[in-house]
């Protein structure tokens, strides 16, 4: 069993995926046994971030905070998703919404109880409810699932953590026997409560009834003058209600985020953990510490990559396949034992097996190359089919062009695709010659086993085994002398 050490990703004979179910375990619940929803508050402005965006769209590994505290809370398959809003509350629903999330509004902020009171008209009276921050990205399936399990149908339970500096947090008042007994926030909180080092990260899971009867008794009368979520603890004290306290398996799961350096942090502590479990999926990564992955990364056996590197939507590298530094790939497959030197800039695009390609490439939306293609130092392809056994390994633009086989693309070739108005395509068949510098003037076909001349400008056709050559015949003028200067007057 791998170690629980993630936010989302999945290492299965060596597949790392980030939409899958997480880590350590299967956090799927008994949907039989425990009835539960969700409700997640999402409508803080987030001032400190000092941004358009709404605090929970910031993003984490390219989604939305918002969007991973959905993932998480999605495998546990409550039966309501409730999402509290407020600030910038179109945006987010925008960007995120979804036929099984409920949308509450809270239009004034008026504290955390306040918030889930807003969810409680859309939430039923039976079973559970789980409350979840839009700005605590990284909490974990397995420990929302574990939290879940102990508040069953008649307990609240509570995710505490102890903090060498508990500062800000609410703190957790437990009695003699250590059975916790209420929350004190900081700013209402005696120095004896401040000095308690066990907090409330704020997510909790309690009975949807109950739950609903201490939100209706809230008061407003504290430090900050707000309708606390955290006072229904004393409340289920005081109703018999036993109140369970657990603990997450990492400190960086409960972290919330309220400004850009705490959501660089988060960034950070997320990408380690992809980055671990490729480790721990036999991948060789020359820095674990220097890799991003902005989606879902899928990985063979024996891939390397080296520092720098940031992949995109679905990336899949086949068995073998080696990236140097500093490769930017996005929505790409390639094919196994595949080289791909520093530097190279790939958007939408299948390679091949045993390709050798860059430094400096790049593919462009809709290339397809097969077996063995070498495409070189600035070299562009884009919505180009190219066959097994052909190079471009140096200054070319491959636009809009089928290339068949063992096609070899001479240095500074180009395909002028575009007329000013409309794309045409080139037709290069198996075993052609491209001389140097070359221009393609599509739409255009050069036949099977052709040879371009360097310099040639194809305006028509080029016909099969034959050398087509454009440019002007040479010549060499003996006793012909440079032009002298002639001297001012
Ligand atoms: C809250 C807890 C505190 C806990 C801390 C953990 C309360 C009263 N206190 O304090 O015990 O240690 O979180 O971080 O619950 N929100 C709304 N609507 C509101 C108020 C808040 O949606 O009216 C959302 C915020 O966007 C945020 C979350 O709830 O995501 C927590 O709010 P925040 O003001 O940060 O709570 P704290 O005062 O830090
Ligand atoms: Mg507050």
Redesign the pocket.
């Known amino acids: 069993m791998p170690r629980c050490r993630n936010t989302g990703i999945q290492v299965t004979n060596a597949r790392i995926s980030p939409f899958a179910v997480p880590l350590g375990g299967t956090p799927t619940l008994d949907r039989h046994s425990l009835t539960m929803q969700i409700t997640i ?4 402005q987030g001032k400190r971030m000092n941004s358009r965006l709404p605090k929970v769209l910031q993003p984490i590994a390219g989604r939305a905070m918002l969007d991973h505290v959905l993932t998480a809370s999605r495998t546990l398959g409550p039966q309501a998703l409730c999402v ?1 809003y ?1 600030h910038g509350g179109e945006q987010v629903r925008a960007a995120l919404d979804a036929p099984d999330i409920v949308w509450a509004e ?1 239009a004034q ?7 889930v009171q807003q969810a409680m008209p859309r939430l039923s009276d039976e079973g559970a409810v789980l409350v979840l ?3 605590v990205p990284l909490i974990r399936a397995q420990t929302l699932h574990d939290l879940v399990a102990a508040a069953g149908n008649s307990r609240v339970a509570l995710l505490t953590v102890n903090l060498a500096n508990p500062k ?3 703190r957790i008042v437990r009695d003699a026997n250590a059975r916790i007994v209420s ?1 004190v ?1 900081e700013k209402d909180a005696s120095t004896e409560i401040r000095a308690i080092r066990e ?4 997510i909790l899971c309690a009975p949807a009834a109950l739950l609903r009867g201490w939100l209706g008794r809230l008061e407003n009368n504290n430090a900050q003058g ?1 309708f ?3 006072d229904v603890i004393a409340m289920a004290v005081a109703d018999g209600i036993e109140v369970v306290g657990q603990q997450p398996l990492h400190e960086w799961e409960v972290l ?1 985020v309220n400004n850009k350096a705490q959501l660089a942090e988060l960034e950070r502590i997320h990408q380690r953990n992809q980055a671990d479990a490729l480790l721990e999926a036999g991948v060789t990564l020359l820095d674990p510490a220097r890799i991003d992955i902005r989606g879902e990364l899928v990985c063979g056996r024996d891939v390397e990559i080296d520092v720098g590197c940031v992949f995109e939507g679905r990336v899949e590298l086949g068995d073998g396949v080696k990236i140097g530094a500093h490769c930017v790939l996005k929505n790409v497959k390639i094919g196994a034992d595949t080289r791909v030197a520093p530097f190279c800039h790939f958007d939408d695009a299948e390679i091949g097996v045993a390709g050798v390609l860059g430094p400096y490439a790049r593919l462009r939306p809709g290339t397809l190359l097969a077996e063995d293609v070498h495409i070189g130092n600035f070299v562009e392809v884009k919505n180009s089919q190219i066959a097994a056994h052909s190079k471009a390994n140096h200054l070319a633009y491959v636009g809009d062009a089928t290339v068949g086989s063992r096609v070899n693309i001479g240095a500074g070739a180009i395909t002028c695709n575009y007329d000013g108005a409309n794309k045409h395509r080139t037709v290069i068949e198996d075993d052609v010659f491209i001389g140097s510098d070359t221009q393609l003037v599509a739409p255009v076909r050069v036949g099977k086993g052709a040879t371009l001349g360097a310099g040639t400008t194809l305006t028509q056709d080029a016909p099969a085994d034959s050398l087509t050559i454009s440019r002007a015949r040479q010549i060499s003028l003996s006793g012909w002398s440079r032009p002298v200067k002639q001297k001012k007057t």
């Open positions: 508050l999402a409508a803080g509290v407020g809270q902020q008026l504290g955390t109880g306040h918030a921050y839009g700005d800000g947090y609410g929350i926030e907090v409330n990260t704020g707000e606390y979520l955290t919330g």
